[in-house]
Structures are given as structure tokens and as C-alpha cells.
């Protein structure tokens, strides 16, 4: 067993804006909402601070597209659960925007959902490229997943599926190799 779920709880999304026309075609929605944007609301739409620099009423004041827990991007109580509520958190926060846009919020898992107490760290890429074994990565990028999900974050910034050719960039461990 790679990956064991004892302590982990899948906490369900807030409730998220509805755009009023669901029908229109997605070109439609697009252009629509982009003509009832201000300027300031597309700046903040298209900026992702890192969780450390930015609090939620932050989201709400500079309209924010995405936020990103980077290393040490933790809530004080390093749980699944308050993971949880801190996304909840900042995602209300957008949700109270004029146009009540949803935030995608991010992690930085590339080998685990690290920032975590409790969750899985699997080798580094290079470590599982050296394995020749794709389906041990992608049981790999599986439970990672499911661990960042029950967080309540739906985007990882992993896995990194770059092609390292030169040891002296310094994050060839990301890389499966060449």
C-alpha cells in the first residue's frame, strides 16, 4: 500500500457563483463578462499571490483570480480540515466580489501534498523516472491528487513534466528525466 487514507477527509467545495445564463455558449459567457469588468477586476483576475502574502479580504478588495500555498503556505492548524477551511476562506472571500467570480486556488505538490502534517512525500521525480515503472508514477500522481482534493484544492502544481537535459538547472528533480 502505497498511500494510506486513515486520517484524511474529503470536505466538499463551497457553494461557488452560478454565472445567470448557463445555456449561453461558453464564447458568449466569456465575452460577456469580460465587457462588464473594470479594468482593476482583470488586473486582479490574471494575479496569483502565494497564501503568506495575501489575506482573504484581500481577495475580495483587489478582485484576485488565484491564490497559491507555496512552501510554508500552511494554515496555522496544519490539518486536512483547516486546509480545508482556509481555501473555504478565501473562496468566500471571491465569491463576494461585484461579479462573485470563484478563485482557483493552488498547491505546490510535486511529490506529495508536503505542506500537509501528515501527508504522503513520494520521491522526488528523478527518483520515479530512474524506476522505469509508469504506473508506479501515475499511482503516484493518483494519491497525490486525491490527498490535495481532500484539502479542498482543485489545482496542483504537479507533476512537472519538463525534460531536464542540463544538471546545473536547479530543479532537475522535478524532472523524470531525460
Not at 493552488?106 to 505542506?115: K, L, S
Request: glycine share 12%.
Amino acid at each position: 500500500v502505497i498511500w494510506n487514507v486513515t486520517n484524511w477527509h474529503v470536505i466538499a467545495a463551497p457553494t461557488t457563483a452560478m454565472y445567470p445564463n448557463q445555456g449561453a455558449p461558453v464564447e458568449q459567457r466569456v465575452d460577456d463578462l469580460l465587457s462588464r469588468m473594470t479594468l482593476a477586476e482583470k488586473i486582479g483576475q490574471m494575479t496569483q499571490p502565494e497564501k503568506g502574502s495575501i489575506k482573504p479580504a484581500d481577495v475580495t478588495a483587489y478582485f484576485i483570480g488565484s491564490v497559491l500555498s507555496g512552501g510554508g503556505g500552511s494554515p496555522a492548524n496544519n490539518t486536512a480540515a483547516a486546509w480545508a477551511r482556509m481555501v473555504d476562506g478565501y473562496q468566500k472571500a471571491a465569491l463576494a466580489t461585484r461579479l462573485g467570480i470563484p478563485i482557483i486556488y493552488g498547491v505546490d505538490a510535486v511529490h506529495g501534498h508536503g505542506n500537509v502534517h501528515g501527508a504522503t512525500i513520494f520521491p522526488h521525480n528523478i527518483g520515479l523516472g530512474a524506476s522505469r515503472n509508469p504506473a508506479l508514477a501515475e499511482m503516484v500522481g493518483q494519491a497525490t491528487a486525491e490527498e490535495v482534493r481532500a484539502t479542498g484544492i482543485p489545482w496542483s502544481f504537479g507533476p512537472c513534466l519538463c525534460v531536464a537535459r542540463d544538471e546545473r538547472w536547479g530543479r532537475t528533480y522535478e524532472s523524470f528525466g531525460e
